[in-house]
Every structure is written in structure tokens, then in C-alpha cells.
């Protein structure tokens, strides 16, 4: 989790903040900056993803019912174990960071933290996730949580990110995972409708990541990062992002059978909505206009958010499901 957290990092005025307060002058005592600082290197705006996902997950799982406890005890888990991604992300990032103005302010960057102090920071909160989760929710949750820090570490960041501009498809599988821990926590294993949101946020990935990095391409080319942007045509990347578009609302529509009306009509508006951004991007390109690509990454964030507070709002309610009602599934 960029459990919560998607490959090529995250935009946003918040986090510029917290960076300022960080390493800029003012009223600050250095235990706070230094605390700050900490907070930083969880990169906790981007954690949002992990809400988004999470919740929603579990009360489909456990359909017309809300169990509190057990939501938060398994959110704090999911928190400590992206945290502990983000902060370990940020240690293996740090040469590429200093030279991108996007992330120059980061605690690394700015020799604001420790390197060591922050990867044993980053451990101690991977540890500590496994055995919160172990103890309060299950055994497999935990476990799902080390596999993703472990695959967003090893195998995105230290893996895929500076050698293909495939890294951010396969790499985006870890931003996925909260939709099976979420699930596993109440069930105690992987369903098919699980599968189905990871799914969904795996396609949602490369559209939301490829938009910034249109923005941002030379910043990633100075860092020797080959994101798609930076090594294929603007009609080349609008054109996959419309592929992963797509594929994005096929599998929001693929979980229909498991939920409600209220869901089915969502996803369904909602996805015509992000659709409709995603080629209007495209035909842009294509025109030769003068396109926004930063729109449609700050607002596929907004669509995510729909798509799964409708999810939530369907799963409380507990009405029957799509696919009871035309099939008689249980």
C-alpha cells in the first residue's frame, strides 16, 4: 500500500505543506519538525486510498452489517503497513527525489530525516502492521500486508520503476491490496468480488498515473525514470490511458451481480463520467489542443471515491443483491 499508495507518487497541496513546515524557517521548535518530518515520510495523503478501499471491501464482505471494532482495528493495521511502504519507498527514492522538483522537499531530499533512522522506521512499522493485524483481525491480513510492502519495495521501486515504462501497470498491484486485506479480514480468505476490486483499482492506476505524469514528464526524464510519458507520444499514452479507462468501469460493472441497484447505478454514471474525460484527453491530443492532463488525475481520484462510497452506501444497507435478485445467488 502506496497500500493506499500508487505507484509514481502522489500531487497535492498538503503535502507541500507538511514538506514547508518541514525543512522551512518559523516558530516551529525542532522536535516538532523533526516529528513532522516523520509524518512526512508516510506520505499520509496518499494513504487516502487505503479509506477509499478498505471500508467499502469490508462492509461488502460482511453485507448489512457494520462491524466498528473490526473496520478500525484493520484500518490502523492497513495505515502502519503503507505507512511503512511509503517510508521505505521514500529511502530507496532518495537520489531521484532530490533531483524532481515534485519531491525535493521530501524528508529525504532535504536531509530532514536520518537515512538509517528512516529505514528503521519504515521496518518497525512493517513489523508492527503484521503483528496488529495478526492479533486483532487474522493471520492472512497480516500476511497480505507484508506481501505488499514487501512487492512495493523490492519489486516496483527497486525493481520495475527505473528500468520499464511498464512499472506503473504491474507495479500498481500494490496500491490493490487493501481491497484483500479488507476482505480477508472478515472472511478470513480471498472472494471473487475482492478479486474483482482489486481489479478495479489496478486498471484505475495507469490513467490516474500516466495523467501526472504527462504533467510532470520532465521531472521523471531528469530522474532517468522511464515512465510512458517521458519515452512514448502524448497520443501514444492518451490512447492507453483510454484502454485502461475502460477496463477501469468493465470491472466496476463485473462486481454489479454482487451488490445493489444503488451500486449498479453508480458505477454505471460515474463510469460514463470518467470515460467521458478520458477521451475528451485523447481527442485533445489527437487535435494538436492544449490539454490538462492534471485534470483527469485529480478528478479519477474523485471518481474512485464515488464509485466506492456507493459500494459502502449499497453494502450498509443490505439490500438484495443484483445477482440474487435475477439469479438467486445466495
Known sequence: MRVGQQPGGAHGSSGT???DRVTGSGPL?????????????????????LLVATIPTMLLADRGNVDIRLILVTLFGGWMGAASANTLNCVADADIDKVMKRTSKRPL????????NAFVFGVTLGVVSFAWLWWQANLLSGALVVA?????????????????SQNVIWGGAAGCMPALVGWSAVTGNIGWPAIVLFL???????????????????????????MLPVVA????????IVIYTWLTVLATLALVPAAGVIYAATALVAGAWFLLMAHQLYAGVRKGESVKPLRLFLQSNNYLAVVFCGLAVDSVLGWNTIGHTLFGWS
Open 17 to 19: 505543506v507538511l514538506a
Open 29 to 49: 521548535s525542532v522536535a516538532t519538525r523533526r516529528v513532522l518530518a516523520y509524518i512526512a515520510l508516510t506520505k499520509p495523503r496518499v494513504i487516502e486510498l
Open 109 to 116: 531530499a532535504r536531509e530532514a530525516v536520518p537515512t538509517r
Open 148 to 164: 505488499t510492502i514487501l512487492f512495493y519495495v523490492f519489486v516496483y521501486t527497486l525493481g520495475l520503476k527505473r528500468r520499464t
Open 200 to 226: 478495479v483499482i489496478f486498471f484505475w492506476t495507469p490513467p490516474h498515473t500516466w495523467a501526472l505524469a504527462m504533467r510532470y514528464k520532465e521531472d521523471y526524464k531528469a530522474a532517468g525514470v522511464p
Open 233 to 240: 507520444t502524448e497520443q501514444v499514452v492518451t490512447k492507453q
